[in-house]
């Protein structure tokens, strides 16, 4: 007479199919790692078109979990009904495949048929994706032989499949983005998918599907040398052009993620290309007597088209420059450049942080200048940050700050009405139509340059400076201003919506 039936092993419960502790927490800790690495990758190799915004890395991370949630609930649910074990190998290998054609895919859709992008988008990231999270429901199945250890064998590799997750996360963001370009990166990851689902299918069935997929992978890697879009730099934030000025020997363009940052002539750097530019260059040269040197800080670098034109026309001023990508600061010193000239100290760091390293008065003029994409950091645009502008200038000192923004300029007058919020004097500066000083047309914006100060300005000198230099823009202050400006809200550390108050078609290439 037998006893009670014992839980060692439960009815429909499928042996491990030879598949070890170890190899088990390999797979699911590597396809986790996986997903988190294209997740991030696809950040980088949309922002060309997309621009790196608030809405595409939202849009981003939303697929990424779509396809982890879809991805565990079809592995699970098909891991009952077929053997798990013919599931592991095609899930690694055809992930590998729609990886490694990822970066050719998007960039010729991109530049090719630019109205299917969002959809080819959302599809390099949703099939690998889900394909990938089905790694560990179908290991999960393979590992449990007694519903007695279902507790410790789901929860292992739920904790493995996390710790892959953060690895996958750290390890691309901190270590391959720095060293690798995102074509690499990609490639070389489905090369590693496909190896691992070769190894998975030889030991326990053998696939001939394997090498197909090692074509598509090698197929891939040969698309994306002649796919558009290509970069002559891929630095931590951005991919970066040079491209050469065919009117001018020794102009240059900047080029970041599709969007022209600056322009830069290596044989005269008083010369400026950007009507934005010859603006800022107008009020300083209006404020500040002619020729006297300045302690400048500012705020993003580019192509240092600024600085450079300070040193070319102000000898002996001392400009600091923060600017967060340590890709664009070796563009800077070397291919836009022999160099920074001498008093141009450039540092690869955060623009708000480096501002809490000056000295409190300490500078005669800041300009900012920083963009992710087409929008200014949302934390160099709020009170605080505007705060610690006014601690580094002197009584004397000037804050002037290039914007971006379209349609009802949303963003532009939240920025002025948080200016007016810290410093006593505030003005704007653009074309008549943007500024609500002509009814001709309505406003279509674009840049527009703030000045803030607690010293009293001459803005007819300023206006005077602009007009000999052409740029058609005008000077808004006094009750235009109070007008223009309206209700817009004040932006703070705790609430500074920038790319939600930016028109969707402020992203246009071109500054």
């Known amino acids: 007479m037998t006893g009670p039936s014992s839980p060692s092993v439960a009815e429909g419960v499928p ?84 990886v490694a054609l990822t970066p050719a895919v998007l960039r010729t859709t991109a530049e090719w048929a630019p109205a299917m992008l969002l959809l080819i988008a959302a599809s390099t990231i949703l099939v690998p994706g889900a394909l990938l999270s089905a790694v560990t429901p179908i290991v999960t199945k393979l590992r449990l032989t007694s519903l007695a ?47 691992g689902s070769a190894l998975v299918e030889w030991r326990t069935r053998g696939w001939s599907g394997t090498p197909a997929l090692a074509l ?73 007597p002619e020729g006297e040197p300045l302690a400048a800080h500012h705020l993003g670098g580019g192509g240092l088209t600024f600085p450079r034109y300070l040193a070319a026309t102000r000898p002996g001023t001392r400009s600091l420059v923060s600017e967060i990508d340590s890709g664009v600061v070796r563009l800077d010193l070397g291919t836009l450049g022999p160099g920074a000239p001498s008093g141009i100290d450039v540092r690869a760091e955060d623009g708000r942080l480096g501002l809490r390293r000056l000295d409190t008065g300490s500078r005669d003029l800041v300009v900012g200048d920083a963009f992710g994409g087409v929008s200014v950091p949302w934390h160099l645009t709020t ?17 002037v700050a290039n914007l971006i923004d379209h349609g009802d300029l949303a963003f532009a007058r939240a920025e002025a009405a ?9 003005v704007v500066l653009g074309e008549p139509v943007d500024l609500g000083l002509e009814r001709t047309a309505a406003p279509d914006g674009g840049n527009l340059v703030v000045v803030a100060s607690d010293r009293t300005v001459d803005l007819r000198a300023v206006q005077e400076a602009l007009d000999a230099r052409q740029t058609g823009w005008k000077v808004a202050t006094g009750d235009d201003l109070t007008s223009w400006i309206g209700d817009a809200p004040l932006l703070t550390d705790d609430y500074a919506p920038v790319d939600q108050l930016l028109e969707p078609h402020s992203r246009r290439s071109g500054r």
């Not at 088990?24 to 078109?49: D, H, K, M, Q, T």
């Open 383 to 399: 009170v605080e940050a505007l705060t610690d502008v006014r601690r580094v200038l002197d009584k004397e000192g000037l804050y």
């Open 15 to 98: 042996r491990g199919h030879g598949l070890g502790s170890r190899a088990a927490a390999l797979l699911v800790f590597g396809s986790s790692a996986a997903v988190l690495v294209v997740e991030i990758v696809a950040l980088r190799l949309l922002a060309p078109y997309l621009g790196l915004t608030l809405e595409t890395s939202t849009m981003v991370i939303s697929i990424a979990l779509t396809a982890i949630a879809l991805g565990s609930w079809l592995g699970g649910r098909v891991a009952d009904q077929v053997d798990p074990s013919r599931l592991l190998g095609p899930s690694l290998g055809l992930s590998g495949a729609v």
């Open 418 to 426: 948080t200016l007016g919020e810290v410093f006593d004097h505030v």
């Open 149 to 195: 250890e279902t507790g410790t064998v789901v929860g292992r590799l739920s904790g493995v499949g996390t710790v892959g997750a953060i690895f996958g996360t750290v390890f691309t963001g901190f270590v391959l983005v720095s060293r690798l370009s995102v074509s690499s990166i990609l490639i070389g990851l489905g090369t590693l998918l496909v190896a």
């Open 216 to 288: 598509v992978v090698v197929a891939g890697g040969l698309a994306t040398t002649v796919a558009p879009g290509g970069c002559d730099t891929e630095t931590r934030y951005h991919c970066a052009r040079v491209v050469a000025d065919p009117g001018r020997d020794g102009g240059r363009t900047l080029v970041l993620d599709g969007v022209r940052h600056s322009y830069v002539d290596t044989d005269d750097p008083t010369h400026l290309e950007f009507t934005y530019v010859r603006v800022l260059a107008s009020v300083v040269d209006a404020v500040f």
